[in-house]
């Protein structure tokens, strides 16, 4: 495929699904805007590096989707990670201090609500945060789908109670 062509496809996929990409990532990773925007532009980077990956609209987003989300995350768990070591560091970089706390202190709850959970809800609820549906979760599980679902929505309710 001439690259021209390759980067018109690019082009008209990003015009038609760029905003649509940052909402179901915002959605999934549950995050701050700018590590979203930042997630998004990493999957069409790799997208325009990628050149065995297929420009249909939607293959190729579902793609993009899976990518984002888990670069998003990654970029949550770095932040996480810092925070941990260094909370005050982070908070004048990023010159939110109060902010930036509230957002650490939310997230380190977080992460003890998922301690809470049973090794399985956990790894249920780490796969639907990476994009999995609850049918890819079944299956790459050999559970059903009822099992997913109900174990989910165990794992919601000790998550809301902490």
């Not at 990773?29 to 069409?44: I, L, N, P, Q």
């Not at 293959?59 to 990518?67: G, K, P, S, V």
């Not at 004048?92 to 998922?114: C, F, K, S």
Request: with cysteine; proline share 1%; charged share 30%.
């Amino acid at each position: 495929m001439p690259t021209t062509h390759r980067t018109a496809q690019i082009a008209a996929l990003y015009t038609a699904k760029a905003r649509e990409l940052e909402r179901a990532v915002a959605r999934r990773a549950a995050g701050d805007s700018e590590y979203v925007h930042d997630a998004c532009a990493f999957a069409w980077e790799q997208l325009v590096r990628r050149t065995d990956i297929v420009c249909e609209d939607r293959r190729t987003f579902a793609w993009l989707l899976q990518i984002a989300v888990h670069e998003a995350w990654r970029l949550l768990g770095d932040l996480t990670s810092a925070a941990a070591d260094d909370a005050a560091t982070l908070a004048d970089r990023r010159g939110h201090e109060i902010d930036q706390a509230e957002r650490l202190t939310q997230r380190q709850q977080v992460l003890d609500g998922l301690r809470d959970l049973t090794p399985r809800q956990r790894r249920y609820v780490g796969l639907h945060a990476a994009g999995f549906t609850y049918d890819e979760i079944a299956a790459r599980e050999g559970v059903s789908y009822t099992a997913v679902n109900r174990h989910l929505i165990k794992a919601r309710r000790r998550l809301r109670a902490t």
